[in-house]
């Protein structure tokens, strides 16, 4: 049994193996079954929940969890697709890796991702790969750049998400750590 736990230290759910498979419980969220390999994971959402926050939560969480399994490493970061290749903000919550994010977008970067950001080393280049995320601006932001303030609003009514991870590979460029200042 592993302990989950949030950046302020409560236990917001756990993970155990039970015959082959891993098991992922998110306190007042729902569940994720990992198959043998983590090929297949499957969704079940507690009552009241909607489908749209289990998916966010698998973008966010529990793909990036998945590919450090694999041969992926994944940086708490924002970024954005420039000319010359991928740009990731990274540093710790509230720190403004989403602003700098859609400020960037708004100068005509793409934004890239969103919380998660999966790379890999192929034959010497770091490459960066796009999980479907939108960026989520907090409400200083939001109101910042004249945008509704939105907390939550993933796709709902998806039942079943596949994503290929190869079409979206570019290189990883620069990394920015944020820090707050004084």
């Not at 007042?28 to 289990?54: I, M």
């Not at 994944?74 to 720190?95: E, I, N």
């Not at 004249?146 to 709902?156: D, L, Q, T, V, Y």
């Amino acid at each position: 049994l592993e302990r989950w736990h949030d950046p302020t230290g409560w236990e917001c759910g756990f993970s155990l193996w039970r015959d082959g498979q891993c098991w992922v419980r998110l306190h007042r969220l729902g569940a994720f079954v990992l198959e043998p390999g983590f090929r297949d994971v499957t969704g079940f959402l507690d009552p009241g929940v909607e489908s749209g926050r289990l998916q966010e939560v698998f973008l966010h969480l529990i793909a990036p969890w998945v590919l450090q399994r694999h041969s992926w490493e994944c940086l708490h970061a924002s970024a954005v697709l420039t000319r010359r290749g991928v740009v990731a903000f990274c540093g710790p919550s509230g720190r403004g890796k989403s602003t700098l994010a859609h400020a960037a977008s708004e100068g005509g970067d793409l934004p890239y991702s969103d919380d998660a950001l999966p790379f890999l080393v192929r034959e010497g280049l770091v490459l960066a790969a796009r999980l479907p995320q939108r960026l989520r601006l907090r409400e200083p932001a939001a109101s910042w750049f004249g945008e509704p303030f939105r907390p939550e609003a993933p796709s709902a009514g998806v039942r079943e998400l596949s994503y290929q991870f190869e079409p979206s590979l570019q290189p990883l460029t620069a990394i920015y750590w944020l820090e707050r200042g004084s």
